[in-house]
């Protein structure tokens, strides 16, 4: 049974940073891309980050280039997300998944398992 569990969400100030980290068991997620996506109340789930293979790619939804690194330790069998300036806008559940494939999809029927997912809460 593969199961990922994140980890490092909380609540922090505008301007500030988080760390998240998603754990991956039942599936050596080193054969698998995997991804970040958001959920804010009221609105859909959004397409964060995410991260071949390989560690060779990575894709990055608009609203968070140049603010979020993904990155993995296929050793540890973990992938996390570095969020640097943080604004109130960012305020969501953040789940990760593992991918069906190796390609850093954007679309989450490209990956097939889920974690519970770990709330971040910016404050203004």
């Known amino acids: 049974q593969v199961q990922l569990v994140e980890s490092g969400g909380g609540l922090v100030q505008a301007g500030g940073s988080l760390r998240l980290s998603c754990a991956a068991s039942?599936?050596?997620?080193?054969?698998?891309?995997m991804g970040w996506f958001r959920q804010a109340p009221g609105k859909e789930r959004e397409f964060v980050a995410a991260?071949?293979?390989?560690?060779?790619?990575?894709n990055y939804g608009d609203s968070v280039k140049g603010r979020f690194t993904i990155s993995r330790d296929n050793a540890k069998n973990t992938v996390y997300l570095q969020m640097t300036s943080l604004t109130p806008e960012d305020t969501a559940v953040y789940y990760c998944?593992?991918?069906?494939?190796?390609?850093?999809?954007?679309?989450?029927?490209?990956?097939?398992?889920w974690g519970q997912g770990t709330q971040v809460t910016v404050s203004s």
């Open positions: 998944a593992i991918g069906i494939g190796s390609i850093p999809s954007t679309n989450p029927f490209h990956y097939d398992y």
């Open positions: 039942g599936r050596t997620a080193t054969n698998y891309a």
């Open positions: 991260i071949s293979k390989a560690d060779s790619y990575t």
